[in-house]
């Protein structure tokens, strides 16, 4: 078995456990709701995480009827493995968050768009091994975000370097969205955002989604998405000369509980 087949095969046991672990807490809490995904591609931002390689997701969360609410997700990424070396090996192969916030209204329901408000702080952690003076991808930010109707915006804002980039602390991405039930069960789903990077200008890009969601019985679903960027291919090409930010279509198939 290769080292990056041992290094994918560890994260999706690690995922496994984490669905196990959820499922058995949102059977414990009626507050708690959870997901399980698998797709042909994880798109973060208009980048891929996984080489566009599928990937096995999972999520947990625990809301509050006051409006308070705390979560974790999963899923394995290969971007930072993918730049390993012999001379400057890289192990990581899982990305792990956990995030708190609070959601409210602005509005009260009379309204025929109640607009609404989501306030926290998420943490991306990426468990490993890497070289001596590899700057830590782990990135924490805090955000905030407003919905009327079918349409949402949120700005999400670094306290720490983004994910590695160097002094890049202070970065921004601002994610403008729209989710329209056209017919019962089926949904369009339009995004555009902008990813900021404090002293890395060059490696700023915008991203874009178009796509459909079609729900069933049993919580299950499956998703189609068409997605882009205008990011500088040279700088996210990885070294198996794959484009990250390249144009994608996307399938996901999801459950939820």
């Known amino acids: 078995m ?8 560890l994260s999706l046991a690690t995922l496994a456990t984490f669905v196990v672990f959820g499922l058995g ?12 995904t698998l797709t042909s591609d994880y798109v973060f931002r208009g980048i891929s995480q996984t080489n566009q390689e599928p990937a096995l997701q ?20 290969s971007w930072l493995s993918d730049l390993s070396s012999v001379g400057a090996p890289v192990s990581s192969s899982v990305e792990l968050d956990a995030y708190a916030g609070y959601r409210g209204q602005l509005l009260p329901s009379v309204f025929t768009d109640t607009v609404k408000f989501d306030v926290g702080a998420l ?6 091994d890497y070289p ?15 919905s009327a109707g079918i ?24 994610d403008v969205s729209a989710n329209w039930e056209f017919v019962p069960t089926w949904t369009l ?9 404090e002293n890395n200008e060059a490696f700023e890009y915008a991203d874009w989604k178009l796509g459909v969601t079609k729900t069933f019985d049993g919580g ?23 484009f990250l930010g390249d144009d994608a279509f996307v399938l996901t198939l999801g459950k939820s509980f």
């Open 123 to 128: 943490y991306y952690w990426y468990p490993g």
């Open 58 to 77: 999972a999520g947990l969360e625990f809301a509050t009827d006051a409006g308070f609410y705390v979560g974790g997700w999963g899923s394995n990424v």
């Open 189 to 197: 789903n339009v995004h555009g955002g902008k990813q900021w990077i």
């Open 151 to 174: 349409v949402s915006a949120k700005y999400s804002y670094a306290l720490t370097d983004l994910f590695g980039y160097a002094d890049s602390d202070g970065s921004g991405y601002l």
């Open 132 to 146: 001596a003076g590899f700057n830590s991808p782990d990135t924490a930010e805090l955000y905030v975000g407003v």
């Open 25 to 36: 807490m949102a059977s414990a809490h009626a507050g708690a709701a959870g997901s399980v």
């Open 2 to 9: 290769s080292s990056r087949n041992h290094r994918t095969t």
């Open 220 to 242: 299950f679903s499956v998703a189609v998405a068409y997605t882009g960027t205008d990011a500088d291919e040279p700088l996210y090409t990885n070294p198996y000369g794959n």
